[in-house]
């Protein structure tokens, strides 16, 4: 296991590499050149320097064996100083991802070890030009050879789409069709039949290599079957989701927050109409203390998960990772866009950076799954729950946060509750009508879901907190104090939102009659979810002054509001 001092000296020697080989300048050169900066992957990849990649490889492969708690943290550490570089570190480690959890012992120790003691690349050949969200339809081929009766390799016949570190890998995991369905190949570069196509001209992350591949009869040894058996892909690709999406939902909390971290310190020094924008209330809780509540959020549950999935008792958690994926990387966008518009049209300019990081994190809502995939998964899987508990899913999360709230007044937890409470009663609705089969509405219900889980998460934080007892590597950049302020913003945005969005969708789906209307106003608690408003404003003045380090020279802090 990595210590935390361990982890803070990896931490501290990305952050140093950065500043040396990354400053912003040559960051903005190299996406203006749209180039990869090949020989900086290979060195953060190689062991004898940076090492990344040491941190993903189990140690009995020689590598550290970094928790996915560790492995976030990295992530989130990467996507501050460049996303393009983040995401062609993470493509190896997405490529071998197939081979730490499905290969044979020989396998892993062949591949895992090579990336452990040479650095070297891979790349994750899963999206082809027909089948990106719907990997079902794959076309790829891997047509079995024989020998005296005997497989003795393939011959795959493709294409692939989209692939990051395309043209740069040493070697490529492929997502291709046996005969009994699809398995994972690894192909190394430049065997015959394989050829990548020149790098995409992308929108954001350009400092990272994208291209797509052509697989024409290419041969393989029957021992680059990963794991030995044939239609074992799609499996073996589930079986990491929870952990992948951790990784990229780090990735969208990284970016968000290096935007905000610079759009911070410019409103302090950007005077207009006499004082600096940091003291003007309708900049920060606009452009910034949203943001930052909805980014917190995100990492709390980020946290929960990687721990729980650390934990190793409840599977690979993968609805919990598209909670995660999905909240972090559309906050992190949002934030991005926000700190554009803060820094007007400066931010407009590439000078300033926010303007990259806009660009940059866009991808982090498409890649590893899309945001509506990720509403799609998380809707069904509780919608199941929500089934399968007779309605009372929900209903039991709010009583827990009720019972949180009899402890922790104010970290947000009885405003949770409500947002659980009125959930339970939206999903209710919507099975007693059926509206379910309104795709539109399943998705906005895993917004609801997503935006509900995160509320609790982010108020259990606050209580940890409270108690001293927060995980030792968790990010300890707010305080108990700062931390329930958040809580209690979030929640109140999370309660709002789906009752009010609940009530539009259901009724929008033609779920309530005129008679029903009232009745199910009340039981979405709307009265009690406008009470909890109150407050709203001075939790947001707090946070802004925790931010713009005026909290010691307030008087007072708020009284801590419950619901
Ligand atoms: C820069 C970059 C790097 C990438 N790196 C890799 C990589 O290394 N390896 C790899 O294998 N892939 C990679 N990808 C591919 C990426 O994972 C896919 O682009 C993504 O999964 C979406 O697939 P698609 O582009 O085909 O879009 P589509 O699946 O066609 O989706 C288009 C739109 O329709 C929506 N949609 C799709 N299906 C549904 C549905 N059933 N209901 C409602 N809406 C739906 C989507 O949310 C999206 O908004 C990369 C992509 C990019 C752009």
């Known amino acids: 296991m990595i210590t935390k001092k361990t982890l803070n000296l990896s931490l501290k020697s990305l952050r140093d590499f950065a500043k040396k080989r990354l400053p912003d300048q040559d960051l903005i050169d190299l996406d203006n050149r749209d180039e990869c900066p090949v020989e900086i992957v290979r060195h953060m990849s190689n062991p004898d320097n940076l090492g990344i990649q040491l941190l993903f490889i189990p140690e009995e492969y020689g590598g550290m064996g970094g928790s996915t708690f560790d492995v976030y943290l990295i992530c989130e550490q990467m996507a501050r100083i460049d996303l393009g570089v983040a995401t062609s570190l993470f493509a190896t480690f997405l490529g071998s991802d197939p081979i730490t959890f499905g290969a044979t012992p020989e396998q892993k120790k062949k591949w895992l070890g090579r990336i452990a003691e040479e650095g070297i690349l891979f790349a994750y050949g899963a999206t082809e030009p027909d089948a990106g969200s719907d990997l079902g339809a794959l076309k790829t081929?891997?047509?079995?050879?024989?020998?005296?009766?005997?497989?003795?390799?393939?011959?795959?016949?493709?294409?692939?789409?989209?692939?990051?570190?395309?043209?740069?890998?040493?070697?490529?995991?492929i997502l291709a069709n046996t005969a009994v369905g699809p398995s994972?190949?690894?192909?190394?570069?430049?065997?015959?039949?394989?050829?990548?196509?020149?790098?995409?001209?992308?929108?954001?992350i350009r400092l990272s290599n994208t291209a797509a591949l052509a697989l024409d009869n290419v041969y393989v040894d029957a021992d680059r079957l990963v794991g030995g058996v044939e239609g074992q892909g799609l499996l073996q690709a589930q079986l990491v989701f929870g952990y992948t999406r951790v990784m990229v939902a780090a990735f969208g909390?990284?970016?968000?927050?290096?935007?905000?971290?610079?759009?911070?310190?410019?409103?302090?020094?950007?005077?207009?109409?006499?004082?600096?924008?940091?003291?003007?209330?309708?900049?920060?809780?606009?452009?910034?203390?949203?943001?930052?509540?909805?980014?917190?959020?995100?990492?709390?549950?980020?946290?929960?998960?990687?721990?729980?999935?650390?934990?190793?008792?409840?599977?690979?958690?993968?609805?919990?990772?598209?909670?995660?994926?999905?909240?972090?990387?559309?906050?992190?966008?949002?934030?991005?866009?926000?700190?554009?518009?803060?820094?007007?049209?400066?931010?407009?300019?590439?000078?300033?950076?926010?303007?990259?990081?806009?660009?940059?994190?866009?991808?982090?809502?498409?890649?590893?799954?899309?945001?509506?995939?990720?509403?799609?998964?998380?809707?069904?899987?509780?919608?199941?729950l929500h089934l399968k508990t007779r309605g009372q899913h929900y209903h039991d999360q709010a009583r827990e946060l009720e019972a949180l709230d009899l402890q922790h007044p104010g970290v947000g937890a009885g405003i949770a509750a409500l947002a659980a409470h009125a959930l339970?009663?939206?999903?209710?609705?919507?099975?007693?009508?059926?509206?379910?089969?309104?795709?539109?509405?399943?998705?906005?219900?895993?917004?609801?879901?997503?935006?509900?889980?995160?509320?609790?998460?982010?108020?259990?934080?606050?209580?940890?907190?409270?108690?001293?007892?927060l995980y030792e590597k968790a990010n300890d950049r707010f305080d108990a104090t700062a931390a329930a302020a958040l809580g209690r913003i979030f929640a109140r945005d999370a309660a709002l939102r789906v009752a009010e969005e609940g009530l539009r969708w259901v009724c929008g789906a033609g779920g309530v009659t005129d008679s029903d209307m009232a009745a199910f106003e009340t039981a979405l608690g709307l009265h009690a979810i406008h009470r909890a408003q109150a407050g709203l404003i001075a939790d947001m003045d707090y946070i802004a002054d925790v931010l713009y380090s005026r909290v010691a020279k307030r008087e007072e802090v708020p009284a801590l509001v419950g619901a």
Request: proline share 2%; net charge neutral.
């Open 141 to 173: 081929t891997a047509d079995r050879v024989e020998k005296d009766g005997k497989i003795v390799g393939y011959k795959i016949n493709g294409s692939k789409q989209w692939i990051s570190n395309g043209g740069i890998a040493d070697v490529y995991t």
């Open 184 to 204: 994972w190949f690894i192909v190394d570069k430049g065997v015959p039949g394989f050829t990548y196509d020149k790098p995409e001209d992308k929108h954001g």
């Open 253 to 384: 909390l990284g970016a968000g927050w290096a935007a905000l971290d610079r759009a911070i310190p410019y409103s302090t020094k950007r005077i207009q109409a006499g004082s600096p924008l940091s003291e003007k209330q309708g900049y920060t809780h606009k452009l910034i203390v949203p943001h930052v509540a909805r980014l917190e959020a995100a990492r709390s549950y980020i946290e929960e998960t990687a721990q729980r999935i650390d934990a190793g008792t409840e599977g690979s958690l993968n609805t919990e990772g598209a909670i995660a994926k999905y909240m972090a990387t559309e906050a992190g966008d949002a934030a991005a866009d926000a700190s554009i518009q803060a820094l007007g049209g400066y931010g407009y300019t590439h000078e300033y950076m926010v303007e990259k990081i806009s660009r940059d994190v866009r991808i982090t809502r498409i890649y590893e799954g899309t945001s509506e995939i990720m509403e799609m998964t998380i809707s069904r899987d509780r919608w199941q």
């Open 424 to 469: 339970a009663e939206v999903m209710e609705k919507a099975r007693a009508a059926r509206l379910t089969r309104y795709q539109h509405i399943l998705l906005r219900l895993g917004e609801l879901i997503a935006y509900t889980e995160c509320a609790g998460s982010l108020a259990r934080r606050a209580a940890l907190l409270a108690e001293g007892k």
